[in-house]
């Protein structure tokens, strides 16, 4: 989407909505090189800080048990950048799991 380049927050956002609207549970996202420098941007930095570094703004935390950047919503999302495969922004997703059914 053109308006990815804009507020890459704002495209995160859309796709975690689109992925809840699926009744799915947002798993990972996924951002290219180009949206993850935009991305860093939006949050105050011109690099990609390490790990545990306080962020300026925005809606990412370091999370210590899973040794990676989140970013806040409903529940933490683990993100992952510079990632090759994609172009813009991408959001993984699985299903919800229901309480009570019985596994097989």
Avoid at 15 to 40: A, S
Avoid at 56 to 67: C, K, L, P, Y
Avoid at 88 to 96: D, N, R
């Amino acid at each position: 989407m053109p308006q990815d380049k804009l507020s890459v927050h704002v495209g995160i956002n859309q796709r975690l909505w689109l992925i809840r609207q699926r009744d799915l549970v947002p798993t990972l996202i996924r951002l290219g090189k180009e949206h993850t420098r935009l991305f860093w941007r939006e949050c105050g930095f011109s690099y990609v800080p390490r790990a545990g570094t306080l962020t300026r703004f925005g809606r990412i935390t370091w999370d210590e048990v899973r040794g990676c950047w989140c970013y806040k919503g409903r529940i933490p999302v683990p993100m992952r950048f510079n990632d090759r495969a994609i172009y813009g922004i991408a959001v993984e997703g699985e299903p919800i799991a229901v309480k009570g059914a019985a596994e097989d």
